[in-house]
């Protein structure tokens, strides 16, 4: 399992090697919007520190969550980039290879 905030981290850093992979090629395509849907179990922690967290599920795991709700969502984020210095965030540029599979 993972924690949504790991999981967008993740997308975070593949957007981000993709962006500098792109660097002085003649080709960019500019990233979009980023539609994720997933199935998230919310849990919370008791104690003296308690916390909400939000697990992505994998299909079928709903069954491991027995004292957790699950709620199916989406999120629309927008890639934006601001250079080193500037104030400005900026359309985010993005190409790479091709990878086995992909379509």
Same mark, same amino acid.
């Given at each position: 399992?993972?924690?949504? *905030?790991?999981?967008? @981290?993740? +997308? $975070?850093? &593949?957007?981000? #090697?993709?962006?500098?992979?792109?660097? =002085?090629?003649?080709? $960019?395509?500019?990233? =979009?919007?980023?539609?994720?849907? %997933? #199935? +998230?179990?919310?849990?919370?922690?008791? =104690?003296?520190?308690?916390?909400?967290?939000?697990?992505?599920?994998? %299909?079928?795991?709903?069954?491991?969550?027995? &004292? *957790?709700?699950? &709620? @199916?969502?989406?999120? #629309?984020?927008?890639?934006?980039?601001?250079?080193? =210095?500037? @104030?400005? *965030?900026?359309?985010?540029?993005?190409?790479?290879?091709?990878?086995?599979?992909? @379509?």
């Amino acid at each position: 399992m993972i924690e949504l *905030a790991d999981m967008i @981290r993740e +997308l $975070r850093e &593949q957007l981000t #090697t993709a962006l500098t992979d792109g660097d =002085g090629r003649m080709l $960019r395509f500019e990233a =979009g919007p980023v539609e994720i849907e %997933a #199935t +998230l179990a919310v849990t919370r922690e008791v =104690g003296g520190d308690a916390k909400v967290r939000l697990w992505v599920v994998d %299909a079928g795991a709903n069954g491991k969550f027995s &004292q *957790a709700e699950t &709620q @199916r969502v989406t999120l #629309t984020l927008t890639p934006k980039v601001v250079p080193p =210095g500037g @104030r400005r *965030a900026e359309t985010a540029m993005i190409t790479g290879d091709e990878v086995d599979g992909e @379509r």
